[in-house]
């Protein structure tokens, strides 16, 4: 729902806004700008937004840091109870916590503005965190016996990133982008899961070299 309203704005706000004036041409070498972007253009879902600082040099081209946070959390409750059969009554509790946190920085090279839209590429290094805690506790209420499961993962990802895009400018402060692009990581994981109330942890871990496609993304800009 949130990625929709999100989509909704930027579409309604650029039709807005470049019907109130069409008749400049960018400028964005030398300046600042401040970038926001949704990616996973899937309206179903929302899958965190990156923000991200840019600085254009006179000739146009430009460094991008940005930084990419998303995160959950989540508790459910369950009881079943038995008429006749109070010993086998239970109580389940389900928590879940993840975090997704990703930084990085770019070098874009820019072609000349083609009237409102200018096109760039890049490439940069990054660094990505992802993990999840699980929790599942199971209580039989006649027993008084608790049953306690965890699932505790955690991957980071180093790597260089390639982007490609276009920005297409409302006005000379102002323009709407769309991004894609590929990815070489290295990537380690590891996983606990603690079972029957600790006395027996599974333990896993990863590691890979490889490549990707990144999520398309929406980006709205504001240049001073």
């Given at each position: 729902?949130l990625k929709?309203?999100?989509?909704?704005?930027?579409?309604l706000?650029?039709?807005?806004?470049?019907?109130q004036d069409?008749?400049?041409k960018?400028?964005?070498s030398d300046s600042?700008?401040?970038m926001?972007?949704?990616s996973?253009l899937?309206l179903?879902?929302y899958?965190?937004?990156?923000i991200s600082?840019?600085?254009?040099?006179k000739?146009?081209d430009?460094?991008?840091?940005?930084?990419?946070?998303?995160?959950?959390?989540?508790?459910?409750?369950?009881?079943v109870t038995?008429?006749?059969?109070y010993?086998?009554?239970?109580?389940?509790k389900?928590e879940?916590?993840?975090?997704?946190?990703?930084?990085g920085?770019q070098?874009l090279?820019?072609?000349?503005?083609l009237n409102?839209?200018?096109?760039?590429?890049?490439?940069?290094l990054f660094?990505?965190?992802s993990?999840?805690?699980?929790?599942?506790?199971?209580?039989?209420?006649?027993?008084d016996?608790?049953?306690?499961?965890?699932?505790v993962?955690?991957?980071?990802?180093?790597?260089?990133?390639?982007v490609?895009?276009?920005?297409?400018?409302?006005?000379?402060?102002?323009?709407?982008?769309f991004?894609y692009?590929c990815?070489?990581?290295?990537?380690?994981?590891?996983?606990?899961?603690?079972?029957?109330?600790?006395?027996?942890v599974?333990?896993?871990?990863f590691?890979?070299?490889?490549?990707?496609?990144?999520?398309a993304k929406l980006?709205l800009s504001?240049?001073f």
């Open positions: 729902m929709r309203i999100t989509v909704l704005v930027f579409i706000l650029s039709f807005q806004l470049f019907a069409n008749t400049f960018p400028k964005i600042y700008a401040l926001f972007q949704v996973e899937n179903d879902s899958n965190g937004a990156t600082g840019k600085y254009h040099f000739n146009q430009a460094i991008r840091a940005y930084l990419s946070l998303y995160g959950t959390s989540n508790e459910t409750n369950e009881d038995y008429e006749y059969d010993y086998n009554d239970t109580s389940s389900r879940h916590e993840s975090l997704e946190l990703k930084i920085a070098y090279f820019y072609t000349k503005p409102e839209v200018a096109f760039y590429y890049g490439s940069g660094y990505n965190y993990g999840y805690n699980d929790v599942n506790e199971n209580r039989t209420i006649g027993l016996q608790i049953d306690r499961d965890e699932d993962k955690n991957q980071s990802l180093i790597g260089l990133d390639i490609v895009g276009a920005d297409w400018f409302l006005r000379n402060n102002l323009s709407i982008s991004e692009g990815y070489f990581y290295y990537q380690w994981d590891n996983r606990d899961t603690p079972k029957n109330n600790g006395s027996y599974s333990k896993y871990e590691s890979e070299v490889g490549i990707n496609y990144s999520n980006g504001l240049y």
